[in-house]
């Protein structure tokens, strides 16, 4: 499975960014999938994930209310909406996939900066 992220950019406070994962390969053994960030000087963390029918969510708590995910299993492509955002978003995003395999083999994208200035 390979994992390409884009949308990533430079926006102001309060404005919006759309990002994509773009899934090629074996997509059909990919069970769940997920957004992740890093800050500088941080560790990785959790932003949100969606289950493979996307009929089932899970957000961090700093982004609830103002990020959406979704996924388009017809374009194998994962996207994250993400409104009002906030300095403290500012990391490079990574996109996950999860396969239908015991112990849960995973698959990373290579990142997109994402910088909000104030």
């Known amino acids: 499975v390979q994992l390409v992220e884009s949308g990533g950019g430079l926006v102001q406070a309060g404005g919006s960014l759309r990002l994509s994962c773009a899934a090629s390969?074996?997509?059909?053994?990919?069970?769940?999938m997920g957004w992740y960030r890093q800050a500088p000087g941080k560790q990785r963390e959790l932003v949100a994930t969606?289950?493979?029918?996307?009929?089932?969510?899970n957000y961090a708590d700093s982004v609830k209310g103002r990020f959406t995910i979704s996924r388009d299993n017809a374009k194998n492509t994962m996207f994250l909406q993400m409104n009002s955002l906030k300095p403290e978003d500012t990391a490079v995003y990574y996109c996950?996939?999860?396969?239908?395999?015991?112990?849960?083999?995973?698959?990373w994208g290579q990142g997109t900066q994402v910088t909000v200035s104030s």
């Open positions: 996950n996939a999860v396969l239908f395999t015991p112990g849960g083999v995973d698959y």
């Open positions: 390969g074996s997509t059909f053994s990919i069970n769940h």
């Open positions: 969606i289950t493979t029918g996307g009929g089932s969510t």
